[in-house]
């Protein structure tokens, strides 16, 4: 129920195309709620008949034009409902968890090398939302929304943290159980 939300989300703060919306969610939302191009233009079409959204008008003929959209009072007062609205967290699930359990009952021949790539792909990542931290966030940047904004950016700082300092801890316990670092 998120992508018409995360959608409504960016075109009330960008009225644009389906394609920029695509572009958007590969540079910024696509960080916590990913959507396929076909996801996003299928939800385009289903907000737009639900009346949430209207195509912008165009002095160029439709056909094959790239159509802009923008929200409409009842998609505002959508995404204010559900903002609004109270959520239980999802239970978390993650398979490298799930595969690390495994290998204590099997051995961890093998697990070792994924946890370092893990680790790899977890520092790129914190290092990405720094530089966007840097650059977008400046101490002076204190509008209300861009504190909010900044708040979201924190969390991805704070789990990519959490994801390297316990990789690196993982790791480390490897290299302990028998000196050769494998669980085995």
């Known amino acids: 129920m998120s992508l018409p939300h995360a959608i409504l989300t960016a075109l009330m703060e960008k009225p644009s195309s389906g394609l920029e919306l695509t572009r958007r969610f590969d540079r910024s939302i696509g960080y916590f ?17 639900e009346g949430h959204i209207r195509a912008l008008p165009s002095d160029r003929p439709a056909r094959g034009q790239k159509r802009s959209y923008e929200v409409l ?30 290998a204590a009952v099997v051995g961890g021949t093998g697990i070792e090398a994924d946890l370092r790539r893990h680790l790899d792909l977890h520092r790129a990542q914190l290092a990405e939302y720094r530089a966007i931290e840097e650059r977008d966030f400046p101490p002076d940047r204190v509008t209300p929304q861009d504190r909010v904004r900044h708040l979201v950016l924190r969390a991805g700082i704070d789990l990519e943290t959490f994801w390297t300092e316990w990789l690196d801890h993982a790791l480390t316990e490897f290299a302990d159980l028998d000196g050769t670092g494998t669980a085995d």
């Open 33 to 49: 709620w990913s959507a396929t191009h076909q996801q996003i233009y299928r939800e385009l079409g289903r907000l737009e008949s």
């Open 73 to 102: 009072p009842a998609g505002r007062a959508e995404l204010a409902r559900w903002t609004a609205a109270s959520q239980d967290p999802k239970p978390y699930r993650d398979a490298l968890l799930l595969r690390l359990r495994a």
